[in-house]
Each structure stands twice: as C-alpha cells, then as structure tokens.
C-alpha cells in the first residue's frame, strides 16, 4: 500500500513472534520514530486482535491492516514520554 497516508518510513518483520514480546518491541521501534509510519509484518495469529488494540490503547494510529502479507502500517504518535 502506498499512498499519503501509508507510505511507510521503514519496515519490520516480526516473523512468528507472539504478541507480548512484539508490542515491547514495537513500542521500542515507534518510540525512535515519532509521527513516522511503520510497517509491521506479524505472522502471530493474535496480531490481528491485538495490534489495532495495542494501538488504541497507546494512541498510535493502525492505518491499514492487509491479511494477505500479514502487514499492518501504524504511525507513530507524534509525542512520546
């Protein structure tokens, strides 16, 4: 997906990573990248649960999820404490 909104800043292949250790390093990598678009590829059968709730619960933004490639884009919220 590429467009305004979803062109991503950089990418990151969590491969099968289950979704506790993934949304630590996750907020590790959005935390360096503030208002910046990640594209995450999570293979973890959760992820599609979890990450849009991780980001709601965090004020990221989850812009688009494709089943397909396992790929989600969030950007990065623009401030971080």
């Known amino acids: 997906m590429v467009d305004g909104q979803r062109t991503e800043s950089d990418t990151w292949d969590a ?3 289950g ?4 949304v630590m390093l996750l907020r590790v990598r959005l935390k ?4 910046a678009v990640l ?5 973890d059968s959760g992820a599609p649960e979890d990450l849009p709730a991780w980001c709601r619960m965090t004020g ?7 089943p397909a490639t396992h790929s989600f884009w ?7 404490s």
């Open 19 to 22: 979704c506790g250790e993934l």
């Open 32 to 35: 360096a990248m503030p208002g």
């Open 74 to 80: 969030i950007r990065s919220r623009p401030h971080w």
């Open 60 to 66: 990221n933004d989850l812009l688009a999820h494709d």
């Open 15 to 17: 491969g099968g990573m």
């Open 39 to 43: 594209r995450v590829i999570a293979h």
